[in-house]
Nanobody, 126 residues
Framework: QVQLVESGGGSVQAGGSLRLACAASGYTFSRRCMGWFRQAPGKEREGVASIDIENSSTNYADSVKGRFTISQDNAKNTLYLEMNSLKPEDTAMYYC???????????????????WGQGTQVTVSS
């Protein structure tokens, strides 16, 4: 069983930065692929970034490339999402997710992920 707990959300002005963290527990083989997703009111949950925790290869949605960075600290079993140059359209609930297999990790589709955190709210004002 994998448990994921997000932290670090908040309210910032456009152009600002935030760093989200996701503390993970459970066997590492149960979370080979980890990712960040977000969901705004009335919209579908979308993949933001994903990472293969074995080789640290990363994937990003086009909307966040160059602004967001996903990373991991294996010693702390923690996943991060560094968000810079934030825009009002980045406002959403952000979720950490994990799945055991690397297949489809790069696609970042919510239906492929088995484990989810409770979410942390990010609000960007103009």
């Amino acid at each position: 069983q994998v448990q994921l707990v997000e932290s670090g959300g908040g309210s910032v002005q456009a152009g600002g930065s935030l760093r989200l963290a996701c503390a993970a527990s459970g066997y590492t083989f149960s979370r080979r692929c980890m990712g960040w997703f977000r969901q705004a009111p009335g919209k579908e949950r979308e993949g933001v970034a994903s990472i293969d925790i074995e080789n640290s290869s990363t994937n990003y949605a086009d909307s966040v490339k160059g602004r967001f960075t996903i990373s991991q600290d294996n010693a702390k079993n923690t996943l991060y999402l560094e968000m810079n140059s934030l825009k009002p359209e980045d406002t959403a609930m952000y979720y950490c997710a994990a799945k055991p297999y690397i297949a489809y990790c790069a696609l970042m589709r919510a239906q492929h992920f088995n484990y989810w955190g409770q979410g942390t709210q990010v609000t960007v004002s103009s």
